[in-house]
């Protein structure tokens, strides 16, 4: 596949733009080589600066449920240049869409927009330490929520440990207040909460972890964590900036019937434009600026063009059956490649949650932790990787991240994978 522009542009970007990437894992460093630049996206594919198509399973990182260009958002974003830009100030396209929110996400009462799912987070936070009146906070292993200060942080596998900065810059007395616990365990939960239940002020979790790639709860781990949350007066924040819109119309909350007290959003609502979100209860959502004392703000919070692709989006994805299909479509495919993986020979095993799912190599039972996600085996990974986008197939250029279909992916994309799939399988096992 010849990828000399992309190549160029790569050198020159690399004179520019730190690391030559507005963000890091576009960069290849997980598989190596040169990263694709874009010049286009057309339903299920992308249309790289060289002229080579892949179908994507990226969707932006999640934004993308109906594709790219889906002609009702680009009516929509059509329709609003039209109209006006950005107003900074209120409009009616914004109480809709909070109205939908709210509709969707029953556990969702007042919702307030902001840009990225960065800022979802970041405020979700401030807010609950304001509202409980407490300042330490829980995130778990392998969870991430952004590039959050106090959330930069994991702990050494499956251990209990005080928070330590993943980045420089981030002082580590910001994080002294961050404690991390593994996920899908219910046992440390509970040791923890008998502990110190009383000064926590929230716990982030994502509710099916896509951070790593992509690992499903357990049986009892939400139910635990919810439990836990109330009767120690502590915030139960569903981060499903992921997961809202993409593994259910309801989200993750809606799947495992639980609700949480504050939910993030982001990706989807946007419909592929700058989005986020955060909401909960009128209660403490009351205490957000200007009628609360915790402040919060945005000059381009509720963008009129971000609005209106997202209210497109959220009218399409909301039809009847639409997750159904969308559902079974990534069932195909998983289960294709299952199927080629076990005839190849190669240990491989995959998750599914909605529209959502998760790939990996060298494990055969299904994967819940952490440190099983870390047993993956990259090598084998980046062989398939290399292989697959050689054969038109773009996923995503790390073994930790989870996979994306869209509504524009038809039975003819899927067997397209699978023809790629079995020669990629066939090139790891020589
Ligand atoms: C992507 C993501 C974020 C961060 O959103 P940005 O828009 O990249 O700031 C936060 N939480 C989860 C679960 C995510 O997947």
């Known amino acids: 596949m010849n990828n000399e522009n992309s190549r160029n542009l790569y050198d020159l970007a690399l004179q520019y733009i730190p690391g030559g990437v507005n963000s890091p894992v576009r960069a290849f460093k997980g598989v190596g080589g040169n990263p694709l630049f874009f010049k286009a996206g057309e339903g299920a594919y992308l249309i790289d600066v060289d002229d080579n198509r892949y179908v994507d399973y990226v969707g932006a990182w999640g934004p993308l ?8 958002v680009v009516l929509a974003l059509r329709e609003q240049l039209e109209q006006g830009i950005a107003y900074g100030a209120s409009t009616e396209a914004e109480v809709t869409i909070a109205k939908k929110i709210c509709e969707l996400m029953p556990s969702i009462e007042r919702v307030r927009l902001v840009t990225s799912g960065t800022e979802a987070t970041m405020s979700a936070i401030r807010l609950a330490r304001g509202y409980t009146k407490r ?34 810059g981030v002082p580590k007395a910001f994080t002294d207040l961050t404690y991390i616990l ?20 929230c716990v982030i979790v994502e509710p099916v972890a896509g951070n790593m790639n992509c690992v499903p709860p357990v049986p009892g781990f939400l139910e635990t964590l919810r439990e836990l949350c109330s009767r120690h007066g ?22 495992y019937a639980i609700s949480p007290d504050l939910t993030t959003l982001g990706k989807v609502i946007g419909g592929g434009l700058p989005v986020g979100a955060f909401g909960g209860s009128k209660e403490i959502m009351d205490l957000i600026a200007p009628d609360g004392a915790v402040y919060q703000a945005g000059t381009l919070s509720g963008s ?30 998983l289960d294709g490649l299952e199927q080629r993986a076990r005839t190849a020979g190669v240990p491989f095993s995959t ?46 250029p790390s073994a930790y991240e989870a996979g994306f279909i869209s509504a524009a992916h038809g039975d003819e994309e899927i067997q397209k ?10 090139t790891i096992n020589k």
């Open 304 to 333: 009129p063009l971000a609005v209106a692709a997202g209210l497109a989006m959220l009218e399409v994805i909301s039809e009847p059956g639409f997750y159904t299909k969308l559902e079974s479509k990534a069932k195909l495919l």
């Open 65 to 72: 449920i109906l594709g790219h260009r889906h002609e009702r």
């Open 351 to 396: 998750n599914q949650v909605g529209a959502m799912f998760g790939c990996f190599f060298s494990v055969e039972e299904k994967v819940t932790h952490f440190s099983q996600v870390m047993q993956c085996n990259l090598d084998h990974f980046q062989r398939y990787f290399h292989s697959m986008l050689n054969s038109g197939v773009y996923l995503a």
């Open 135 to 168: 300042d330490k906070i829980v995130k778990f292993e392998g969870c991430y929520h952004g590039h959050v200060d106090s959330l930069l942080v994991k702990a050494g596998s499956g251990s209990l440990t005080l928070g330590e900065p993943d980045s420089l």
């Open 234 to 255: 502590t915030l139960l924040i569903f981060d499903e900036v992921m997961t809202g819109f993409r593994v259910a119309l309801g989200g993750a909350q809606s799947v």
């Open 182 to 201: 593994p996920y899908n365990d219910v046992a440390a939960l509970e040791s923890f909460f008998s502990g110190q239940g009383e000064e926590i002020a």
């Open 417 to 426: 994978t699978l023809n790629a799939a079995e020669k990629a399988f066939s």
